[in-house]
């Protein structure tokens, strides 16, 4: 077995378990060296994880959750090496009629997301986007979902007791989807939000975060936002639409549309020298209908740049986030 779990060319592997499933022996040995006695055991265990379920989030998308389980699956290899990984499976179920409030310039229903970190961690927890469907096609249908995160490699195993594993969605993301678990330490950057849009009636009210870790000898930058758009009243949006300029496409709709507001992630160093420049695009729309009056409520966001720091003219020090008009982020 290489270092990445994989096995190598040539080499036999079995798992040997005891009573149940949740204790395993993985022994193998590679025929080539056989003469040298080269051999390879690994103990392999498998816990469950509580999985924490985010109805608040999950019931205005449409989505409730059935039997959401997580399990700690951890390889002790020869010379004390821990390989471990976190599997999440589970059932959800879509129902057009409870997603009253839609944001989406999409046909798809709000993606449903399952979350990793270190309990009672300050780092950024990772995504992973388990389910993906047309509304339509969700509908029809209880979903069944199995997602499996990255593994990680260490001295030390984490026990269950020290996961967070939380299933939860969003009406818009914008983020890197690549369940991990995030590094134990992190150094936090400040991290200043400009609002820069020009738009009365479109409130972004927004917190954002940005850290360096450092994975396998890598520097890594991640800003994370997530907030809330809140609408004005209908009257205002209009008023809004009148006065900005909106794409033709968007003039000729039935019922007009009002796109939400993006963003542009700078990092700088601690003399301002820029290092790095980011747009996101979060991709929604407000519809705004005279006869039955606006949304009840704003779109939730998450959105989130990362980014390999090796590259950098300099040491990042602070990062600027600016609230843009969706049509000014399309013109970057």
Request: with cysteine; net charge negative.
């Amino acid at each position: 077995m290489d270092s990445s779990g994989r096995d190598r060319p040539g080499e036999v592997a079995v798992f040997v378990c005891g009573p149940g499933v949740d204790h395993c022996y993985r022994s193998g040995l590679d025929p080539g060296r056989a003469g040298e006695g080269r051999s390879i055991v690994a103990e392999k265990t498998i816990e469950s994880v509580r999985v924490e379920v985010d109805e608040a989030a999950l019931a205005p998308l449409g989505w409730t959750a059935q039997d959401v389980r997580a399990r700690l699956v951890t390889e002790t290899r020869s010379g004390g090496m821990v390989v471990q990984q976190v599997a999440v499976a589970g059932t959800v179920r879509f129902r057009t009629e409870d997603w009253a409030d839609r944001f989406s310039e999409t046909r798809f229903a709000p993606h449903v997301l399952v979350a990793l970190n270190r309990r009672g961690a300050t780092s950024l927890p990772s995504f992973g986007k388990v389910v993906a469907e047309r509304a339509e096609v969700a509908a029809k249908r209880p979903i069944r979902f199995t997602e499996t995160s990255h593994s990680w490699i260490g001295p030390a195993r984490v026990t269950p007791e020290q996961l967070e594993v939380r299933l939860t969605g969003y009406d818009l993301d914008s983020i890197q989807h690549s369940l991990s678990l995030p590094a134990d330490q992190a150094t936090a950057l400040p991290v200043t939000v400009l609002d820069e849009s020009t738009w009365p009636s479109l409130q972004v009210k927004a917190q954002a975060t940005a850290e360096i870790t450092r994975p396998d000898d890598r520097e890594l930058v991640q800003v994370r936002v997530e907030g809330i758009v809140e609408p004005g009243p209908v009257e205002q949006l209009l008023a809004d639409r009148e006065t900005h300029p909106v794409p033709l496409l968007d003039r000729l709709l039935d019922v007009p549309q009002v796109a939400v507001p993006g963003f542009v992630v700078e990092v700088a160093d601690d003399s301002d020298f820029l290092l790095a420049k980011q747009t996101i695009k979060i991709g929604g729309a407000i519809t705004v209908d005279e006869a039955t009056g606006g949304p009840r409520r704003g779109p939730r966001f998450v959105a989130d740049f990362r980014t390999n720091s090796a590259s950098y003219a300099g040491t990042p020090a602070q990062v600027t986030l600016r609230i843009l008009d969706a049509a000014e982020v399309r013109s970057i």
